[in-house]
């Protein structure tokens, strides 16, 4: 039964930091690309960042890129998201994915397996 749990989303004021875990198991994480997504309320979810295979190749949204950083470490089968300089339309559900692709999908129909979600909410 493959698992996607994100941690480390909480309330922090605009400008600040949040680093996001995602940990896998069930499946063998270094076959998957993966990816962050986010859903705002009312929003339909989005694209955030994705990280191949081997963590050489990864994407951003326009909207985050400079700002977060994705990142992968297969031993542990986690992947992260390091966000800084928060702002308050980066409060969302965050969602991290699995991708069993070569390339690096930036699509939500493309990714196999998903999280419950991390709130993250940034306050002005």
């Known amino acids: 039964q493959v698992q996607l749990v994100e941690s480390g989303g909480g309330l922090v004021q605009a400008g600040g930091s949040l680093r996001l875990s995602c940990a896998a198991s069930?499946?063998?994480?270094?076959?998957?690309?993966m990816g962050w997504f986010r859903q705002a309320p009312g929003k339909e979810r989005e694209f955030v960042a994705a990280i191949s295979r081997t963590g050489v190749t990864r994407y951003y949204a326009d909207s985050v890129k400079g700002r977060f950083t994705i990142s992968r470490d297969n031993g542990k089968n986690t992947v992260y998201l390091q966000m800084n300089i928060l702002k308050p339309e980066d409060t969302a559900v965050y969602y991290c994915a699995a991708a069993a692709v070569g390339q690096v999908p930036t699509n939500l129909e493309e990714y196999d397996y998903w999280g419950q979600g991390t709130q993250v909410t940034v306050s002005s």
């Open positions: 069930g499946l063998t994480f270094s076959r998957y690309a």
